[in-house]
Structure formats: C-alpha cells, structure tokens
C-alpha cells in the first residue's frame, strides 16, 4: 500500500511542462533499476523512437550534414545525437542514482581557478543547452552556493521527485526562483526573476542563467549547424550590476557528466552596443568550438523547431513512415 503511494505522489510531481506522460512513465519505471541500466535503456528508446517517428531522425541526420558528415559517418553522428539525447533525459532526473556517493563520481566540475578572478561580488554562472542538462548541479556538489534563475513551473515537481539526498543537495546550496510562467504573464514572470536575480549580484550572491532559453534574444550566434539565440536578460544583469560572467558549459565523457566553467567574459564596456558586440565574439568562438567538439551532445540546436531537414534519399519516407516528435 505504500508502493502504490508512493507511486502515485511520483506521477503527480510529473514536470508538465517539461516530460510528457509516456516520457515520464518510463522515468519512473527506469528509476528502479540499477544505475546506468535506466539510463542505458532511455537512450536506446530514443534512438528507436526517431526510427519509427521519421522527422526526429531527419532532423538529425540535417545536423550530421552541416557537421561536413557522409555516408556511415553521416548515420552514426545522427544515431549518436539521439542516443545523448535520450541519456541526457534521464540525467536530468538522475535516474537509477539514489544518493550523492554516486552522483559524485557521475560529475567533474573543471576550471574552479577562473572563480577566483571573479571574486568579491556577485557572478553570473551563464547556461547553454549544448549538453548534459542541470550542470549547476556540479557547482553545488563542489560547495558553491547558487540560485539557479528559471522560469519553469515544473521545478517545485521536479525538486520532490528527485531522491532525498539530492533534495537536500539542493536546498542546502542556494535557491532556485523557478517562476510562474502560464502563456498571460510570461513576460511578467521574466521580469520578475531578473529583478530577483539583480537583487541577489548586489549582495554579492551567485546566480546560474542560461543564455539561450526562452526570452527576448540580444543576438544571434552563427554555429556549425545553424545559428543559436542569444538571450537579453543576462546581458541587462552584467551591463547594470558589473558582475562576471562566467559561461559554463558541460558535455559527457562516457558517463562522466564534465562541467566547465570558461574564463570570465571581458568587463563591461559604457556603450551597450559595444558591449554586446565584445560579448557575440567572445561567446561566437567558445561555442563554435564546443560543436566541433562534441556535436553528438547539442540536441538543442540539432532540434531546434526552426530545422526541418529537406527530404533525403537514405530517408525516403516510402521506406520509413512516422510523424514529429517533441523534444522530450
């Protein structure tokens, strides 16, 4: 009786937003077996799930192509991508790990000598979905202290659907202001969370921001594969509080999640629009080179609601029928 509901408070903390109801089955059902065999078993279904849903697996096959791919490389970047994609999807729930001993030898955080440079005010820790989901987590497990700014609904859920240790992880290593954000007052909500997150660099607190979510874009980044917006809210933070910013971005070395955190981008300059032309270059060549290096872990741009590969002779759709999926 308690199994049964126990079970039944884990589906109701699904992250609505975030996994549909089949995703967030198999969570839950892949979540009870040893570490990495849910994880190992979400990633092979997504890679068949783009065999039998054709417009993921022509997406991913665009995105090898732009990655100068051909023939078998072509097919193992794109089955790769999907791969990642699925086992970034159960890392983002931590599935099949139940307490930190082991999330600490599934996470390295490298370039902590860039924080000291950034020392005695506020940071901005700067996002970008290129990878593994949740790379704040690596900042937490090594001491730091940081209020992740979001605008999801679903994270209170997600929060109480992860193991109690994690739980603890989080609430004892800063807050997360994850606001309300329905379709009437988006706009409201991010104004918001960035008043918050000014309120705390004057403080002198930490924050963690991703750039290239949703939200007014500032600009855009030409990437191998595709251009990838450039989010304003940060910019806003740096050019009127003169805190660093730190990017971070994070990719998998085998299981290893491996968070980096770059240099500090140069500081803020008096006019806005140089400013934010130092900031597009800086970002242009620390992310271009990121998807030369590991393109088989940046589903986001890969499946991007702007790409809509042209029909392929490998991918004729008389051979292979289906229908779009959504990115989780």
Partial sequence: MGARRRLRAAWADRPTPVFPRKTWALILALDRLPWPWGENIMACCFVAKAFVRIERLRQALAWASAQQRRGRRRWALAISLCFHHGRFVARSMVTGIQDLVTLRQLVRLRGQEHLAAAAGRGRIFLGFHLGPTSPDIALRLAGHRVTWIGAWPSWAQKRNALPPEIQELYASSGEHDALETRPSNRGQARVRALYRARQLLTRGR??????????????????????????????????????????????????????????????????????????????????????????????????AERRRAPRHRETDPRLIHGSPISPA
């Fill in 206 to 303: 930490d924050i963690f921001i991703t750039a290239d979510g949703a939200g007014q874009a500032a600009f855009e980044l030409s990437l191998p594969g595709g251009p990838a917006k450039v989010c304003a809210g940060w910019l806003l933070l740096r050019q009127t509080t003169g805190a660093s910013v730190l990017p971070v971005l994070s990719h998998m070395e085998g299981h290893t999640q491996v968070v980096t955190i770059h240099p500090a981008l140069p500081s803020p300059v008096a006019d806005p629009g140089d400013d934010l032309k130092v900031c597009r270059e800086a970002l242009g060549r620390l992310l271009t080179d990121h998807v030369r290096r590991f393109p088989e872990q940046c589903y986001f741009l890969a499946f």
